[in-house]
């Protein structure tokens, strides 16, 4: 937060020069121009790029592995309990669901991102997460009524996962999945 108000200051000093400037005040302007130069040390560039000793396509492979792993147990439980027609079909599916959401992200936690891509990473865990409480919620239903928002809450939690995933695999090189 502090290197943000270092950075809003130095902004607004380079802007407030204005045309009223005179010769005094523009060799007063002279000394601050090392500030800038200081910053630097204040906002270390390593935080900025990715680290040298990161192979994005070794992480991008990774990545596809974990999302290969939660799409095959994802497919798995569809085959077995889908379409849920009973309350039961609906707890195996979902609970199933919040169980392999859980180990992909703690598997995503595992892998180490450069901090460039941190927020995306954040994004991806962020929506599986609310993804996952929807998953619990329905897994724990009491009837099939109830079940009926807590679906359609799923689907857009689904999207809002692919999105940010999109975005993920955008920093790695990848492709985007379609959304639908």
Same mark, same amino acid.
């Given at each position: 937060?502090?290197?943000?108000?270092?950075?809003?200051?130095?902004?607004?000093?380079?802007s407030t020069?204005?045309?009223?400037?005179?010769?005094?005040?523009?060799?007063?302007?002279?000394?601050?121009?090392?500030?800038?130069?200081?910053?630097?040390?204040?906002?270390?560039?390593?935080?900025?790029?990715? *680290?040298?000793?990161? &192979? +994005?396509? /070794?992480?991008?492979?990774?990545?596809? @592995? %974990?999302?290969?792993?939660?799409?095959?147990? $994802?497919?798995?439980?569809?085959?077995?309990?889908?379409?849920?027609?009973?309350?039961?079909?609906?707890?195996?599916?979902?609970?199933?669901?919040?169980?392999?959401?859980?180990?992909?992200?703690?598997?995503?936690?595992?892998?180490?991102?450069?901090? *460039?891509?941190?927020? &995306? +990473?954040? /994004?991806?865990?962020?929506?599986?997460? @609310? %993804?996952?409480?929807?998953?619990?919620?329905? $897994?724990?239903?009491?009837?099939?009524?109830?079940?009926?928002?807590?679906?359609?809450?799923?689907?857009?939690?689904?999207?809002?996962?692919?999105?940010?995933?999109?975005?993920?695999?955008?920093?790695?090189?990848?492709?985007?999945?379609?959304i639908s």
């Open positions: 937060m502090a290197v943000g108000v270092v950075l809003a200051i130095v902004v607004a000093g380079c020069g204005g045309g009223a400037t005179t010769a005094t005040n523009a060799s007063h302007a002279l000394p601050a121009s090392p500030a800038p130069s200081a910053s630097p040390t204040l906002t270390p560039s390593p935080t900025l790029t990715p *680290s040298p000793t990161v &192979d +994005v396509p /070794a992480l991008a492979q990774q990545y596809l @592995a %974990l999302v290969t792993k939660l799409n095959n147990e $994802s497919d798995a439980l569809w085959k077995k309990y889908g379409p849920p027609t009973t309350l039961s079909q609906v707890h195996a599916l979902y609970g199933g669901y919040a169980a392999s959401l859980q180990t992909f992200m703690t598997d995503l936690r595992q892998l180490e991102f450069p901090d *460039s891509m941190q927020p &995306d +990473v954040h /994004a991806v865990l962020e929506t599986t997460a @609310a %993804l996952q409480v929807i998953a619990l919620e329905l $897994s724990k239903a009491k009837t099939l009524a109830d079940t009926t928002q807590l679906f359609d809450d799923f689907d857009r939690a689904g999207t809002a996962g692919s999105s940010a995933s999109n975005l993920l695999r955008g920093d790695l090189g990848l492709p985007p999945v379609p």
